[in-house]
């Protein structure tokens, strides 16, 4: 990675899953000039920044000021790691979305560009709805797509946005899958169900998984390209040291797995017998829920990018026996 040593790195979404494990990764590679934004609010996401080295912190409504006025008090930030955004899949509010994950954006997307810093974004691999137009990050029109909730079309419009106004060539959209890992613990109800799991498992030695509605889908094989969070920050921030990389990529897996596969990766892991219950899926989800994900990765690999992707069940050994069992995140390793 060739980040800029001289200028500081800017973190929205610092205190969070994939910010804080980015920034645990940054500190590992020798960077600890990184600015933290986020909004600590009454979870339990604060103690995710307590192992980290930074050089500051900034509350995201102070930096939206901030940009807003055109400020010079972030002058010296060279790269900016834009993960902030409300996540909750179920988020009905459409004003506080547009608001929190596209107009935000929209402004420390134009405020980075004119200080002619590295602007890489998240962007979600929700924005390709039920999958039936492709899932293709090279797709140039991304007016196609068609997103399932209020969440994913918030990041699809500010996808379409940057595209519409020539921005995409400059900065780099991450299309993040099904993300899991540690540092999660503070999500709620949008944890993975890696960890969802691991405490039903503890609790009750068995695992809900949803009944599936789809002919070509028997219970539980409804699939997803599950990618762990030591993989998706080693993604980014490849191509956040390529000048030359802009648009938007796939951050994935490439492969598709199994809930099932997922859930008896995780009894292994704990070295329990697998005992799985079909449960009904809520009527609110059943229209809108993604049966397939799987991402094409083609363009990440022509980046660059060579290291080899965790395997599933790798990827949740090492989650649930190095960091869950301990009950400890990233930083914290025993």
Avoid at 26 to 53: H, M
Wanted: with cysteine.
């Amino acid at each position: 990675m060739a980040l800029s040593a001289k200028g500081k790195i800017l973190v929205t979404g610092g205190a969070g899953f994939i910010g804080s494990a980015l920034v645990w990764a940054l500190n590992n590679k020798g960077y600890d000039n990184v600015i933290i934004c986020d909004r600590l609010e009454d979870d339990e996401r604060w103690a995710n920044l307590v192992p980290l080295q930074i050089s500051d912190y900034i509350d995201a409504d102070d930096l939206l000021e901030g940009v807003s006025r055109k400020s010079d008090y972030l002058g010296e930030v060279s790269s900016v790691f834009h993960l902030g955004a409300c996540s909750d899949t179920t988020e009905t509010d459409a004003g506080y979305l547009l608001a929190n994950n596209f107009e935000y954006t929209k402004a420390l997307a134009n405020w980075a560009l004119q200080a002619h810093a590295r602007f890489i974004y998240a962007s979600s691999a929700a924005t390709y709805g039920d999958g039936e137009r492709g899932m293709d990050d090279s797709e140039n029109d991304l007016s196609r797509y068609r997103p399932l909730n209020m969440y994913a079309y918030s990041k699809h419009l500010f996808d379409c946005y940057a595209q519409r106004n020539g921005m995409n060539r400059s900065i780099i959209g991450l299309k993040y899958f099904n993300v899991f890992g540690p540092n999660e613990g503070h999500k709620g109800k949008m944890r993975s169900v890696v960890n969802k799991a691991f405490y039903q498992i503890l609790e009750t030695g068995r695992v809900n998984l949803f009944k599936s509605y789809h002919q070509d889908y028997a219970d539980g094989h409804q699939e997803r390209d599950f990618l762990y969070v030591k993989d998706a920050v080693d993604m980014t921030l490849h191509l956040a040291g390529l000048p030359i990389a802009g648009g938007l990529f796939n951050i994935g897996s490439g492969l598709a797995r199994t809930w099932v596969d997922l859930v008896m990766a995780i009894f292994s892991a704990l070295g329990r017998e697998a005992h799985i219950d079909f449960i009904e899926m809520p009527d609110e989800l059943r229209e809108k829920y993604q049966y397939h994900t799987c991402a094409n990765i083609s363009r990440l690999r022509d980046a660059g990018y060579k290291a080899e992707v965790s395997s599933l069940e790798d990827a949740v050994r090492d989650y649930v026996q190095n960091y869950l069992v301990p009950g400890e995140g990233l930083g914290n390793e025993a």
